[in-house]
């Protein structure tokens, strides 16, 4: 906006003076001025926001589920400030800087707030993005109020301790030279490191920088090197028992029927984060209210799973033949998935959500961090299980399985870039394109050939299950598996 008001400013000037030679242009000239002030007065009024302290309460490493990697890495530093004398009496120099990395919502903010509850320390946060102007300079004179604010505001409370959270520091601290407004990036940054080099001088206050990034690989060299972030802690996604703290957690305040199988929810919300599992304790309580129950049930937090991971249920309503479709085309990926896994399915239903207009949900038997070719390919399998029904039963396929073979194509590459395909270890950047487009094609081609196979045996289960799926509009993993043991008894 003000690049507009420049640009008009400049322009009309020009041709003022060009057609007359009065005070006017130079009376416009002022005016322009003025208004650009005011603008970067605005931004400069606003600027003070900067660093804002959170409100709410303090909050203790207590409320922080899993991550008991983290909290110990974050303990360890936090003695910096607890112990000022012993780190003082062994020589060893202070910490200036902590790196918390991890996806999103996995705890980094809270982490840090915990932090300043434990040192009680003044705390201090701010975004990255607020730091980044078009200007030259506004930026790294931001970067020095932040730490003036820190001094005034461990003044004004009497600590000797500030903490200081920057959340998306590689926006602020991206590689430099590598923005098309750089020059605005690179003094941000280096006033940032200035800053945290001049740290340590003064005995009075200790200001601990906490940093938090989803995107580590994003961030200039010097801003790791020694001295300055010191300590990188991995906050990663919860496993089984740090997701079934977290849910605890966050079911604490809430009314909750007794004897609910938290661990199974755990065991099916492989992937979730701290805020989604959040989300999740929330959206169950929602249901249950709408419900007009007074308890969460088991029923509202499997609900609650599945509106986490595939949105709200939609009041779509396809007709008949396009909703067979949908219970022949979810039943193919259930077979599939419990002829490979049996045991695997948790859910089967034709509701629609979000972009889905039916699904079936999966219950890993465990949580998995590496896999193996034949798992890949029983994904791919599961994957292409609905179209295949749909080929078998109905005699031809649909659109409706567009985002699976999406998906089944990003596992066959995965397969090629992990080095398990017929290929061996390649780069899959370097590949001809052909040739990765053929060997995608093989590997699917296969598990199609294999899963065609498998379900032209159960074309009669196929219809059962589906007229069981249309008439209930979801069933259990349970009542999936009585179908298939009877029809296994019967054939
Ligand atoms: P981002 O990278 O997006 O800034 P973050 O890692 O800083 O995310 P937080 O802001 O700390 O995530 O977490 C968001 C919310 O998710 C929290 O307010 C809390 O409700 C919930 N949450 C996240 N992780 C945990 C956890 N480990 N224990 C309990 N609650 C959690």
Not at 120 to 149: M, N
Not at 249 to 264: A, D, R, S, T
Not at 382 to 396: D, T
Request: net charge neutral; proline share 4%; charged share 25%.
């Amino acid at each position: 906006m003000r690049e507009l008001f420049a640009g008009l400013g400049a322009a009309g000037l020009i041709i003022l003076l060009y057609y007359q030679s009065s005070l006017i242009p130079l009376a416009i000239l002022a005016a322009f001025f003025l208004l650009l002030l005011r603008f970067n007065g605005v931004k400069t009024a606003r600027f003070s926001s900067v660093g804002q302290v959170p409100q709410g309460k303090e909050i203790s490493f207590n409320q922080i589920g899993g991550q008991e990697v983290a909290k110990k890495e974050l303990l360890e530093a936090l003695d910096f400030v607890t112990k000022p004398h012993k780190i003082r009496h062994m020589g060893i120099r202070p910490l200036k800087g902590v790196m918390l990395v991890g996806p999103p919502g996995t705890g980094k903010t809270l982490l840090a707030r915990a932090a300043a509850g434990y040192t009680g320390s003044s705390f201090v946060s701010v975004a990255g993005s607020e730091f980044i102007e078009v200007y030259a300079g506004v930026g790294a004179q931001r970067v020095r109020q932040l730490f003036d604010k820190c001094r005034s505001k461990a003044a004004s409370e009497q600590r000797k301790n500030a903490i200081l959270f920057i959340d998306e520091i590689d926006i602020l601290a991206g590689k430099r030279g590598q923005h098309s407004s750089h020059l605005e990036y690179d003094q941000t940054l280096n006033q940032l490191l200035v800053e945290m080099d001049g740290l340590g001088g003064n005995d009075d206050l200790h200001i601990l920088v906490i940093a938090a990034t989803n995107r580590p690989e994003a961030l200039d060299p010097a801003l790791l090197r020694p001295g300055r972030f010191d300590r990188v802690v991995q906050v990663d996604l919860p496993d089984l028992e740090g997701r079934e703290q977290i849910l605890k957690l966050h079911l604490h305040n809430k009314p909750v029927k007794e004897g609910l199988p938290l661990q199974k929810i755990a065991r099916e919300t492989f992937g979730f984060s701290g805020a989604h599992l959040e989300s999740l304790a929330n959206e169950a309580a929602i249901l249950a209210m709408r419900e007009g129950r007074s308890e969460i049930e088991e029923k509202h937090l499997f609900e609650a799973v599945d509106k986490v991971i595939m949105g709200e249920r939609l009041e779509r309503k396809p007709d008949p033949e396009e909703l067979w479709r949908i219970a022949v085309h979810e039943s193919g990926h259930a077979l599939v998935s419990e002829a490979l896994k049996p045991g695997s399915v948790s859910k089967v239903t034709i509701t629609p959500r979000g972009k889905a207009l039916g699904y079936v949900r999966q219950q890993p038997e465990r949580d998995y961090y590496i896999y193996t070719v034949d798992h890949l390919e029983e994904q791919i399998a599961v994957l292409l299980g609905g179209a295949v029904s749909e080929k078998l039963v109905l005699g031809s396929r649909s659109t409706g399985s567009l985002s699976d073979f999406n998906q089944a194509v990003e596992v066959a590459k995965k397969i090629v870039a992990s080095g398990l395909s017929s290929l061996g270890v390649v780069s899959i950047k370097e590949l001809p394109k052909g040739l990765l487009h053929r060997t995608i094609q093989q590997l699917i081609g296969a598990q199609e050939q294999s899963v065609t196979n498998l379900l032209s045996k159960k074309i009669e289960l196929i219809k059962e299950i589906a007229h069981c799926v249309l008439e209930k509009e979801k069933i259990s993993g349970e009542t999936l598996r009585r179908h298939i043991s009877s029809y296994s008894r019967a054939c």
